[in-house]
Each structure stands twice: as C-alpha cells, then as structure tokens.
C-alpha cells in the first residue's frame, strides 16, 4: 500500500465535534456491551470513550461516541435514540443520550492516586477527603475499589493539583479522620517498583526479637523499656543494641530455637511477599534483630535478600556481644542501596517498609518509604503511612487490587 493509499487516523473530536453521550443502567448479564456496540455499529459512529461500572449486579455503561455522521444527520440522531431505547427496553435497560460537542476536558496538570483505607470506610470519612482534596484545588477523575477485605481501601485518580501539597493536606485530615490516606504521583513508575524490602520487629513479625530472649534471659522488662526509647529516636540505636544484648550473657544456644519458634508474623506477610514474588518482584528484609531469626525468615519465606546483627556464640552460651558491622539506621539505608545494585533496579523503583526512627534513612532512600503501624516521628517523615494491622494492605498503595491479589494466589496453587 502506498502512503497516498494509507487511510487518515481518525482525529480526536474537537470542542466543535457533535457528540453523544449514551448512557445505559440496570441488572447486569452477560451480552449487554456487545449489544450496545451492535446498535450503534449500523449509524457508523466512532467511539470516542468507554466507561463501565458494575456494583452489586447493576451495571452502568457510559459511551461517548462522534454524532452520525452525512446529510440529515438529525434525522440520523434521531433514528439511532430510538434504536438504543427500544433495544435497551427490549431488555429491560434503561437508556439516556445526551448531545453534546468535543470529547473530555483535559486533565489538569499534576496527577495523583489517593488510596484511602478504612476498617471500615464511612460515608463521613469519605466525604470529608473528597473535600480536602476539592479544596487544595483538585479534580477527581476516577474512583474505585482495591478491595473490600481485610479493609476497605478505594483509589481516587486526581489531577489539577502537585502530589506534594495534596499529600501534606491529606494527612491532616486523615489523621484526624482516623482513616490512612496515601498519596503518590501517577506515572508508570508506580507499577514499576521491583524491589521491596522491610524491617522486621513489629514491621514483618509482631515481635520484637531481642525481647522475646530477654524474656528466657529473664530480664524483658530491662530490655523492652531501652527498646522503646531507641525506636522512639531518644536513644543512639548501636549504644542500645549493645546495652541490651549486653543482658543476655550466658543464654544457651539452644534458646534460639525457640525464639524461632515464638515468632509470630504479622497478619497479611504471607499474602504480602507470596503475592510481591508471583508479580516480579524481589523482596528482602533489613533488621536491627539478628540473623539466627532473619535466615530462618529468608529460608521460611522464599526472601531474595536478608541481613541483621550477629550475636555472638561461644562455647554453646551467647557472650552478650554482636559480632560484624552493626546493622543501624545508617545501615538499613546503605543495604536497600546494596540489595538494589545486586537486584538490577534503580533506587527509584524500590519500595521501603518499616516503623521506628531507625528506618527512617531507609524509608526517604526508597522511591516509596510507607511507614507501617509506625511511631509519629517516622508517620510525619515517611512517603505514606498505614495504621491497620494488615501488612498485605502495602500491596494497594502500588495499585493492586484484592482481585489481583487473589488471582495470583489461585495461580500458584
């Protein structure tokens, strides 16, 4: 075919292009979208937009289409409104046409996924971020459902206004909401990031590691009040690690068994890296705990990458040091940037997770720091935080939905 034999594109619809808006609601079945584009195929009209919804078995089909087009073309109008209602009443529809000019108005610039998730979302919690989030200046284009288990969690496109000021007025009203609202920037990035890595006490496990030997060491209460101060940033976390492993001098060997054993993992981890590794993605982990606890992890959970603190063994007896480079603050960030070189993705394309003030370096590394169930200094300073206790939640802050989720799930048995 030559380029003079090459048909034009089809132009967008200018503001001065008649089109219909054809709107069809009612009880869902099979057929009803190809019924609808078989009507309107006999008036030779282009489809300009598609947008379908079904919400507990009633459907709502919005098409815009460029007029009908030749010679009396509102003749041709009219004969193709009559066509789609009697069709739609053949089968029980509703219809609505409405004219109009031009396709959509564009988007504003700068666009956003607000997820917002609520154990459970009320109608008062919505509309109060719909409002915040018309307030700031912006538009919302599109909402939608992620998942209705195990909470509620609805995605809000919105444009018209920069990521960063919509974020900083979200949080505000969320925490006084008691809701979590995140915020990020819409871009093929978001569904990009291949690398996820975490920290593990009261991030991947509900526990905290060296408590749970202080407690066969008998000293836990010792041990959980310097634990407290480190994470809430009062303390140096390396001269802490020191002062509590410190205690546990003498413990035999075989108390780490155990511990393995007492670990509980946080409601969701299963789902979260099991879903993580069936879409791509590798996933590590990071700790001020100890390898005794985070190999078994890695080995337990299929992880890519895991590193903690030592502790030190002597003779069948823990000597109540930690042997290596302490993993600190400081350290977690520099793994992340190790576990990305290794794992070939850009810093960028990295997801970090994580709740005390040591994680902090690591979460602003990340292309998304989310701060889970985590201290108000690190809520203040991270990316996004999440406040329900559900580590699989992280999977809606990347755009995927509960229906992906178990889908993948139904794949891999």
């Known amino acids: 075919m030559s380029a003079s034999q090459i048909p034009p594109a089809t132009a967008v619809p200018g503001d001065d292009v008649p089109t219909l808006l054809v709107k069809i609601f009612g009880k869902d079945r099979p057929g ?3 019924g609808l584009f078989d009507t309107l195929a006999a008036f030779d009209v282009d489809v300009v937009d598609i947008e379908q919804v079904v919400t507990r078995g009633r459907i709502v089909l919005c098409v815009l289409v460029t007029a009908p087009p030749g010679r009396g073309s509102g003749a041709a109008e009219g004969d193709l409104r009559a066509t789609v209602h009697s069709w739609a009443e053949s089968l029980r529809l509703q219809a609505e046409i409405i004219s109009g000019r031009g396709d959509n108005r564009p988007r504003g610039v700068g666009r956003s996924h607000v997820t917002v ?35 509620t969690a609805v995605e809000f496109e919105v444009s018209g206004v920069a990521t960063e000021p919509l974020r900083t007025a979200l949080a505000t009203e969320a925490a006084a909401l008691g809701v979590d609202v995140a915020v990020v920037a819409s871009g093929l990035q978001r569904r990009a990031q291949r690398l996820v890595v975490m920290d593990v ?27 407290a101060q480190a994470m809430r940033g009062e303390l140096d976390f390396e001269q802490s690690l020191h002062a509590r492993v410190a205690l546990l001098k003498g413990i035999d060997e075989s108390v780490v068994e155990k511990v393995r054993a007492e670990v509980r993992l946080t409601p969701g981890a299963r789902t979260l890296i099991r879903t993580l590794k069936l879409l ?21 959970l299929g992880l890519d990458f895991a590193s903690a603190n030592t502790l030190e063994v ?57 701060a889970f169930n985590a201290k108000p200094v690190v809520r203040e300073a991270a990316h996004t935080a999440v406040n ?26």
């Open 314 to 370: 002597v003779d069948g007896k823990l000597t109540g040091r930690v042997v290596g480079e302490v993993v600190d603050r400081e350290g977690k960030a520099r793994l992340l940037r190790r576990f990305a070189a290794e794992a070939g993705v850009p810093l960028s394309q990295t997801v970090a997770i994580g709740d005390g003030a040591n994680d902090l370096d690591m979460l602003n590394a990340a292309g998304l720091g989310v």
């Open 280 to 300: 791509g993605f590798q996933v590590g982990v990071v700790s001020g705990g100890f390898t005794q606890v985070t190999d078994d992890l890695k080995e337990r």
């Open 117 to 151: 998730l609520g154990h459970p979302l009320t109608a008062e919690s919505t509309a109060a971020i719909a409002a915040r989030i018309t307030g700031t200046g912006g538009n919302i284009d599109r909402i939608f459902r992620l998942a209705k288990y195990p909470v």
């Open 201 to 227: 006490d009261s991030t991947l496990i509900q526990d905290e590691v060296i408590e749970l030997f202080a407690a066969h060491a008998g000293c836990e209460a010792e041990v959980a009040k310097v634990t």
């Open 32 to 34: 009803i979208t190809a």
């Open 388 to 413: 329900v206790p559900f580590l699989d939640t992280v999977l809606y802050l990347l755009g995927i939905t509960r229906d992906e989720v178990e889908a993948a799930e139904t794949h891999a048995d």
